[in-house]
Nanobody, 122 residues
Framework: QLVESGGGLVQAGNSLTLSCSAS????????VAWFRQAPGKEREFVAA????????RFAESVKGRFTISRDNAKNTVTLHMNTLKPEDTAVYLC?????????????????WGQGTQVTVSS
């Protein structure tokens, strides 16, 4: 089971950190990704990190502003979001896959959390 935390309301230009924790499984061989879904829009890829943290991937819209990291000892993946914009407002979901490919395709991820709301005010 994946559980997200850290969402909230922030002003544009500020930062927020989201965490994805796994229970009931070891994530050391788990590729983890973050997706987001705004009202009325398709779920879109945000960032992903390989099981060992060696490879990361980001959507163009967040490159240079978001970073992703993991602590396998704590079964946690963290998304650091900087210089937030109103268009970053969405429900953020983490997803996991026991695969080596750091994919941006939601169909490649079998396990999903419930999501956490991020709202960026202008």
């Amino acid at each position: 089971q994946l559980v997200e935390s850290g969402g909230g309301l922030v002003q544009a230009g500020n930062s927020l950190t989201l965490s994805c924790s796994a229970s009931g499984r070891t994530t050391s061989s788990y590729t983890v990704a973050w997706f987001r879904q705004a009202p009325g829009k398709e779920r879109e890829f945000v960032a992903a990190i390989a099981f060992n943290g060696a490879t990361t991937r980001f959507a163009e819209s967040v490159k240079g502003r978001f970073t992703i990291s993991r602590d396998n000892a704590k079964n946690t993946v963290t998304l650091h979001m900087n210089t937030l914009k109103p268009e970053d407002t969405a429900v953020y979901l983490c997803a996991g896959s026991f695969g080596a490919i750091v994919s941006g395709a939601r169909g490649d991820y079998a396990d999903w959390g419930q999501g956490t709301q991020v709202t960026v005010s202008s």
